[in-house]
């Protein structure tokens, strides 16, 4: 597609339950990124995958995410026995196989996914 | 470890010049990122520095130090619709045509008239 593309663009979920979280890539971006941003602050970073190699997942703050990326496609982010404390805007990114004006291998971001947990 | 400082906020009037200060440690460099990122809206790329000295794209422009791990944004001209947040990250490492970016907390500028 054009750009990286999240959804929902909001999610609403009560304490404990589980939820998804959907990016769709740029089409041929081998690297996508999952960050958190909190109310007010910076991004955290989460994972990252690249290709086919193992995904760096020192970011995910405990054993309740996860996430899964099919070749290069689709990647989703899954938060179980969510808390309060998870609500934040997820943002994800894809980087470009060639330097496209936007730094060596730049990000683009998605518009996010703002989840609230009450 | 990983560190990335820049001022909280600021606050400049429309016309004016503004510097945003960044200075990083990090366990590699291979890159340095402006970003801007209006309320409610995802990050969109301002500058890319990976050599010293000061890239210039209109009214913005960057500055990188890498032996004094120092960089700035410098906003010139400034109009209204720079307010925003201002957000320096670093690549510590590039790895197969990609690699993580460490963000600062972001810098909430503020333009008044």
């Known amino acids: 597609g054009a750009g990286v593309s999240q959804s929902p663009s909001n999610k609403v979920t009560e304490k404990g339950k589980d939820v998804e979280l959907r990016c769709d890539p740029i089409?041929?971006?081998?690297?996508l990124y999952w960050y958190r941003q909190r109310l007010g602050q910076g991004l955290e970073f989460l994972i990252y995958?690249?290709?086919?190699?193992?995904?760096?997942k020192s970011g995910l703050p405990s054993d309740r995410f996860s996430a899964e990326r099919t070749g290069e496609s689709v990647s989703t982010l899954t938060i179980q026995r969510t808390q309060q404390e998870d609500s934040a805007v997820y943002l994800c990114?894809?980087?470009?196989?060639?330097?496209?004006?936007?730094?060596?291998?730049?990000?683009?971001f998605g518009s996010g996914t703002r989840l609230t947990v009450v | 470890g990983q560190n990335i400082d820049q001022p909280t906020e600021m606050t400049a009037t429309e016309g004016a010049i503004v510097q945003i200060n960044c200075t990083y440690q990090?366990?590699?460099?291979?890159?340095l990122f402006w970003y801007q990122q209006h309320a409610g809206e995802a990050p969109t790329f301002l500058s890319y520095?990976?050599?010293?000295g000061l890239e210039e794209k209109g009214r913005f422009s960057s500055f990188l130090s890498r032996s004094k791990g120092y960089s700035y944004l410098l906003l010139k001209e400034l109009q209204m619709k720079d307010s925003a947040s201002y957000l320096c990250?670093?690549?510590?490492?590039?790895?197969?045509?990609?690699?993580?970016?460490?963000f600062g907390q972001g810098t909430e500028l503020s333009v008044k008239p």
């Open positions: 990114a894809s980087s470009s196989r060639q330097p496209q004006g936007m730094g060596l291998y730049g990000y683009t």
């Open positions: 990250a670093v690549r510590p490492l590039i790895y197969n045509q990609g690699g993580k970016l460490i």
């Open positions: 990090t366990s590699g460099f291979n890159g």
């Open positions: 995958f690249q290709g086919n190699s193992a995904p760096d």
């Open positions: 089409s041929g971006h081998t690297a």
């Open positions: 520095n990976v050599l010293d």
